[in-house]
């Protein structure tokens, strides 16, 4: 028999052995239980109250806990809506995106991707990128707003508002559409 005929299938094995490396490092990356949450929790409804009155109810598709003791946040994906009552446990405002992240230590929410908010007052506001800073209780973005009121819808450019959105200020007005709030009459 012929020796290169036992000899090939070691060399291959050899390729194969050698030839498949991963840097340690690289491999850690991805396989680091820091990367993961330490909870997934999924179609929920979280409800916060003070003194057995709701302040704010959280729905979402999916949450993801990451508490790292520098920052910890949740990440909210599949879907979020947030919606806020005042001291009375009144409807304050809604907000709905697709995803957010909220750091829980710093008390800042940022929503992302189709974030659409509701007020009281029949307010809405439209835009791609919100962040919801409840230690001042503002809410602004530097992204593209669309606003719309009982008698106008507003276009800009970044907008900055309290967190009820009762009061808001857009930092680029691109466009103005008045809406004629009558009725038209039958004759």
Same mark, same amino acid.
Do not use: H
């Given at each position: 028999?012929? !020796?290169?005929?036992?000899?090939?299938?070691? $060399?291959?094995?050899?390729?194969?052995?050698?030839?498949?490396?991963?840097?340690?490092?690289?491999?850690?990356?991805?396989?680091?239980?820091?990367?993961?949450?330490?909870?997934?929790?999924?179609?929920?409804?979280?409800?916060?109250?003070?003194?057995?009155? &709701?302040?704010?109810? &959280?729905?979402?598709?999916?949450? #993801?806990?990451?508490?790292?003791?520098? #920052?910890?946040?949740?990440?909210?994906?599949?879907?979020?809506?947030?919606?806020?009552?005042?001291?009375?446990?009144?409807?304050?405002?809604?907000?709905?995106?697709?995803? $957010?992240?909220?750091?829980?230590?710093?008390? &800042?929410?940022?929503?992302?991707?189709? &974030?659409?908010?509701?007020?009281?007052?029949?307010?809405? *506001?439209?835009?791609?990128?919100?962040?919801? #800073?409840?230690?001042?209780?503002?809410?602004?973005?530097?992204?593209?707003?669309?606003?719309?009121?009982?008698?106008?819808? *507003?276009?800009?450019?970044?907008?900055? $508002?309290?967190?009820?959105?009762?009061?808001?200020?857009?930092?680029?007005?691109?466009?103005?559409?008045?809406?004629?709030?009558?009725?038209? !009459?039958?004759?």
């Amino acid at each position: 028999m012929n !020796k290169t005929f036992f000899l090939l299938p070691l $060399a291959y094995l050899g390729i194969a052995f050698f030839g498949c490396e991963n840097d340690l490092k690289d491999v850690e990356k991805f396989s680091s239980y820091e990367n993961l949450p330490l909870q997934t929790i999924i179609n929920s409804k979280i409800t916060y109250t003070d003194s057995t009155i &709701v302040t704010f109810t &959280v729905e979402s598709g999916q949450i #993801d806990r990451f508490p790292s003791e520098e #920052d910890p946040y949740d990440e909210f994906i599949n879907g979020v809506e947030v919606i806020t009552y005042n001291k009375n446990g009144e409807f304050e405002s809604q907000i709905n995106a697709e995803k $957010a992240t909220n750091f829980t230590k710093r008390k &800042v929410m940022i929503a992302r991707d189709s &974030v659409v908010l509701k007020n009281y007052e029949g307010k809405m *506001l439209q835009t791609e990128l919100l962040t919801w #800073d409840d230690n001042t209780q503002r809410i602004y973005t530097d992204k593209f707003v669309k606003i719309t009121t009982p008698n106008e819808i *507003l276009f800009g450019d970044g907008l900055e $508002a309290k967190s009820d959105f009762s009061e808001y200020e857009i930092q680029n007005i691109t466009g103005r559409i008045k809406i004629d709030s009558e009725e038209p !009459k039958d004759e």
